[in-house]
């Protein structure tokens, strides 16, 4: 797809890690029936895939040609997202914090970001599609009629995930969660390719006091009053 944004309208949600990007993309696609894009999650797979394959997560090249052959399947099972790599089933392995930091890492490569470039481009086809990321207005749809910088205070996005892992049943130290997602912060703002940043024509929406619900009925308003929804 030459144009990333002909086919169809592109609502972009960009921001770090606990803002609320994922739940909040989700819960808009629903609600407007449009596709969804979890870029978050093909890095996620490629750092998933490298350690499968035992490609050392400096490793650029070997790396990207992870990347662009990923065999990736994105399901829904009983109304719960699924996620298979290589045919084995990646769901919950991919969303450890473990996992996160090491997507971090191989997202900082620039020859992985080219090489998912296109595939995350491919995403955008009728009715529209919302794209949740950290690069999604800046670099991938660069053109997006509508895009949103979500955000949060490093200690209520902590508090938020360490609800969310008790909720597993998994036991995490707050503060080191927080070490954590400051440090995320820090290398995902600072690196050289596609740093983590508001585009320059986004709305930028703090959720650190917002409901899930008011941030999903805040966006479909701005997506109404753009023209973008029937």
Do not use: C
Request: glycine share 8%; net charge negative; charged share 25%.
């Amino acid at each position: 797809m030459s144009d990333s944004t002909s086919q169809a309208p592109v609502l972009t949600i960009d921001g770090p890690g606990g803002a609320g990007k994922g739940t909040i993309s989700r819960l808009v696609a629903e609600r407007l029936g449009w596709h969804l894009l979890d870029s978050g999650a093909l890095y996620r797979l490629t750092a998933q895939a490298a350690v499968k394959h035992a490609v050392a997560l400096d490793d650029a090249e070997g790396l990207a040609a992870l990347a662009g052959s990923l065999d990736v399947e994105f399901l829904v099972a009983d109304g719960e997202p699924q996620v298979l790599l290589e045919g084995e089933e990646v769901t919950r392995a991919i969303r450890t914090e473990e996992a996160g930091d090491r997507a971090s890492q191989v997202a900082a490569l620039n020859p992985v970001r080219e090489a998912l470039l296109q595939r995350q481009r491919d995403f955008a086809v009728a009715p529209g599609l919302v794209a949740d990321g950290r690069d999604m207005g800046t670099v991938v749809f660069p053109d997006a009629p509508l895009k949103i910088f979500l955000t949060a205070s490093a200690e209520e996005r902590a508090r938020r995930r360490h609800l969310q892992l008790q909720e597993s049943g998994v036991t995490a130290s707050l503060s080191s969660l927080l070490k954590e997602i400051q440090a995320r912060d820090a290398r995902d703002m600072q690196r050289s390719v596609a740093p983590l940043k508001p585009a320059d024509d986004a709305i930028t929406l703090d959720t650190t006091r917002l409901t899930i619900p008011e941030v999903v009925d805040r966006l479909t308003q701005l997506l109404a009053q753009r023209g973008l929804t029937a």
